[in-house]
């Protein structure tokens, strides 16, 4: 969907030797390219432009991350769970050919006369680190290379893998580099990187690694965790320049943000701008409604639960919460509930005419349709993967939500900072009371038993709750777990839906008009137009929808057997990478 690193660099190349040869014949491939290149701020400029094709691609997004996490029901199960499909032979992603073209330009742009260079060798320190960050996520151990490898450094070819945390300490060196370096504080289009975009992804990366040395115990680095979670918050509060989203009104401010042309300069640290007349596009619209494309991703009532109501309550401690009908449950709840999935009166545009769009069980397997990311109008945002709004990688939402997981984890959450993250959050999504300003001091049981009994701290039980709300479909939900050692969720978390009393008809949005029609045996006849018929009959089989109950209860979707083991934390070593270097060795289990 990017242009390509390749494209990039030859680019660079000839468009700065053009500039000083009207004959390319006349100027030494092996003197002329690299003077050109590195000899002037345009040509490290250029080359950094070929280190964004490391930022998350547009086709696939952020927002289909998600969808191997215990927040979503999805058909099909990917490689990833499915029973005995990861493998040596399987796995994959023990690629350095972009490290190879990092360190490149950093070892010649140190050599260059440029007085700015160090803010381009910022810029290239800077994907170093998210390159490793996200090999050693991955991997763990692998081998720390800071100059260009040649093929007869036989060596380092064929080295061992250096230990993760050694990397990590690396990774944050550069990132501490980056953000000395980068002379850029801001971009009014939030497409470049700059030391805000630096630093916030410092706060992710930090957070990620603080967590992982206090939950894997087995790493026996517990006592180095709260180091990482400081590093959070120092770097969360030397951001500045952002807010949260609002617009001219709640109900809309947060949707507004992931369906907008242009990206809010006012939340967005870092975005892919796309755009119809380039035909740079996401797929966004596709993944989310179309009935056969993608993974027809809907999200799960154990999560919807968490959604607080309006008045800052948790839903679950109301009385018969679990048998609630849809169209009663979604009433007077965070308003992000309203902008994540469809509810209520939300509608389509069909031909310019707003058309109400109840959750369309052709479409959703739970109910809980999403519409975070996907526009309102149908065609051809539905049928082809042709939507042109900004793709949000990183955005101050994120921040606020890492600062207070780290003040959480830390102890040291204090009113103020209470209200200027999870309270300003809530804030934005419509809720009031005491929960805006007040640190909680009781733990939730529904949140206790959501994870498993690993948290109790009332106060990070509460990040943990709006992190998912606010951070959904937005691809940091895997990590989380992995980092949480939380590995289980993968596997045990229901694919559960909509609570239905009874067989029949529905009405999901209160217009009067029957929207499912839920029967078991044989297809049943109604005189709706368009009603959609889910076939609950009792069956053990794949890919059957059921109610918990038999002929009432929650909608229960089946998409074949999970599986989950700790050996999953880390990807085995590709069989073939270990063939050319068996010094790599294996991780364990694998």
């Not at 529905?506 to 009603?531: E, R």
């Amino acid at each position: 969907m990017k242009t390509t690193k390749l494209f990039n660099y030859m680019l660079a190349l000839l468009s700065l030797v053009a500039a000083s040869s009207c004959d390319l014949n006349e100027v030494p491939v092996d003197t002329a390219t690299n003077a050109a290149v590195f000899g002037s701020e345009s040509g490290l400029e250029l080359y950094t432009n070929s280190f964004y094709d490391l930022l998350p691609n547009t086709d696939v997004g952020v927002f289909q991350d998600d969808d191997n996490s215990d927040l979503v029901a999805r058909n099909g199960v990917d490689t990833y769970l499915a029973i005995n499909a990861l493998s040596p032979i399987t796995s994959s992603g023990w690629s350095w050919s972009d490290l190879r073209n990092i360190n490149y330009f950093i070892e010649n742009a140190e050599k260059s006369p440029v007085s700015t260079k160090t803010h381009y060798i910022g810029v290239a320190r800077f994907f170093r680190a998210l390159f490793y960050f996200e090999k050693v996520k991955r991997f763990g151990d692998v081998p720390w290379i800071d100059k260009t490898i040649e093929v007869t450094d036989e060596a380092k070819l064929y080295s061992k893998r250096d230990n993760r945390f050694d990397v990590m300490d690396n990774v944050l060196a550069d990132l501490n580099y980056a953000i000395e370096n980068i002379t850029l504080t801001s971009d009014p289009s939030v497409t470049r990187i700059t030391k805000n975009v630096a630093r916030a992804y410092k706060t992710r990366i930090c957070l990620f690694e603080a967590s992982l040395r206090k939950y894997h115990t087995q790493y026996n680095k517990q006592a180095t965790a709260n180091t990482w979670y400081e590093e959070v918050v120092k770097e969360a509060n030397s951001i500045t320049g952002f807010t949260l989203h609002e617009g001219p009104a709640l109900d809309r401010a947060y949707r507004d943000l992931f369906i907008a042309k242009t990206a809010f300069t006012d939340e967005t640290i870092l975005s892919v701008a796309l755009s119809a007349s380039l035909q740079v596009f996401s797929s966004a619209n596709r993944r989310f409604i179309s009935p056969t494309y993608g993974n027809r991703p809907s999200l799960t009532r154990r999560f919807i639960n968490t959604y607080l109501n309006l008045d800052g309550t948790p839903f679950t401690s109301k009385t018969g919460y679990q048998t609630t009908p849809f169209v009663e449950e979604v009433k007077n709840r965070d308003l992000r509930l309203k902008q994540t999935i469809r509810v209520g009166d939300y509608k389509r545009t069909e031909n310019g005419i707003p058309v109400v769009a109840p959750p369309n069980f052709s479409q959703t397997y739970t109910g809980y349709q999403p519409i975070k990311w996907s526009y309102d109008e149908r065609f051809p945002f539905d049928d082809e993967s042709r939507n042109d709004n900004a793709h949000i990688i990183m955005r101050w939402g994120e921040v606020l939500l890492n600062k207070a997981e780290a003040l959480a984890e830390l102890n040291k959450m204090t009113a103020t900072d209470w209200t200027a993250t999870i309270g300003a959050l809530r804030k934005r999504a419509g809720i009031t009371g005491a929960t805006l300003t007040t640190v909680p001091t009781v733990a939730d049981p529904y949140m206790v038993a959501f994870f498993n009994g690993k948290f109790t701290n009332p106060v990070l039980l509460e990040v943990l709750r709006d992190r998912g709300v606010e951070m959904v479909f937005e691809g940091l939900r895997p990590d989380d777990l992995r980092r949480w050692k939380l590995g289980e969720l993968f596997q045990s978390a229901p694919m559960n839906g909509m609570y239905v009393p009874a067989l029949g008809e529905y009405d999901l949005n209160s217009d009067g008009k029957k929207d499912v029609y839920f029967y078991q045996g044989t297809k049943p006849t109604s005189t709706t137009p368009g009603i959609a018929f889910v076939d609950v009959s009792p069956s053990t089989a794949v890919g059957r929808l059921q109610l918990s109950n038999g002929t009432s209860g929650e909608v229960m979707w089946n998409p074949g057997p999970r599986e989950w083991a700790d050996k999953k934390y880390l990807y085995p070593i590709p069989e073939t990478d270990r063939t050319r270097n068996p010094d790599l060795g294996q991780n364990p289990g694998w």
